[in-house]
């Protein structure tokens, strides 16, 4: 094997892209997909890729420090791609010291196995650090995230990445330790947890359940599909400079409420409803506290360093993402009984 690569919350969202791109692109690369299996963890979407010979599953917490250095040790990892974490802002309002443990505890701990398995030989080594564009906090009606914004984090959520992402920087300056960072905007795609915004409301459309939008709606977030940060991660992981941070982002504002009504006209023609079916189930309700008005990322540095860019449009990305859902019904049965419907509860109140 030419690398072996220990990939952290392989069975998540995002990660299961990542580790289905590595899988299949570096059939000469052991991927090991290091994953406790919360809540949001699903073997189910890895499926397509677990008897493939170079993937390996670890069921492990992040927090166990002994596992995670005797996993390290046995492997003896080239590089890290760190995305392993608690990554849904409600629930960081609804319960944050479990952000504190995993997204900052769980991050200094891969840091010291990685520090200590490579022991100050970085040669060909590296650490990769999957962060959120949530960190820069808010901005106004115009102007960009970029790699130079001040951190500014509002919710318990982006305080845990912002702490993580410096901690990640301190290895670097203090130990030398090879690191990259990126900071994401928001994504969408298959396998996302149907807990945020375009899972959800799919899943409520489906079920003609209300469709909650919090406040007035007019909150921007910028959108990308999730294979294209896959992409993107494995662009700057090979070839991004050590110590450098790029922002990814899909050069695609939507105010919140503009996306919904898309999203209910993508809904109505293939679920075959009369055209207003969906828009009916809209409910405006109270604000999520301390709500980031508006997230935009300027991507331009990996674009232009790196030759990135998003390879398909925010209409194709929806239509895709939506097939997904409808053609994987049972995904989305296996996911929203038991836990799911008490955060439901809890978050919605029915
Ligand atoms: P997710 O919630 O879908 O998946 C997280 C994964 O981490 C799950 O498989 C879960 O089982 C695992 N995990 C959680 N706690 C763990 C622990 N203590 N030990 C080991 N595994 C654990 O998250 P996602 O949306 O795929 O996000 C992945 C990463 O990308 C996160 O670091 C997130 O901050 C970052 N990110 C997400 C977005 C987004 O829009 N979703 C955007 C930018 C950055
Ligand atoms: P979300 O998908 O939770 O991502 P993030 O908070 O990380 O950006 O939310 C995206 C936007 O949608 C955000 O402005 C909050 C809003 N939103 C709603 O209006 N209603 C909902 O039920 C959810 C989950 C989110």
Redesign the pocket.
Known sequence: MNKTIIITGGAGFIGSHVVRLFVTKYPDYKIINLDALTYAGNLENLKDIEKSGNYYFEKVNILDVEKLDKIFQNNKPDGIIHLAAE????RSILSPIDFVYTNVVGTVNLLNAAKKLWNGSYEGKRFYHVS?D?VFGALGETGFFTEETKYDPH?P?SASKASSDHFVRAYHDTYGLPVVISNCS?NYGPNHFP????P??INNCIMKKP?????D?L???DWLFVKDHATAIDIAFHQGKTGETYAIGGFNEWK?ID??KLLCKLMDEKLGNAPGTSDKLITY?KD?PG??RR?AIDATKINKELGWKPSVTFEEGLSITIDWYLQNSDWLKHLTSGEYQNYYSE??GS
């Open positions: 990554s849904h802002v409600d959120t949530e919710s959520y928001n807990e945020k915004l375009i959800l409301f469709l909650p939008v919090y406040g709606g909150y921007t977030r919140n996306l919904v309700i999520r709500h980031d997230y978050q919605y």
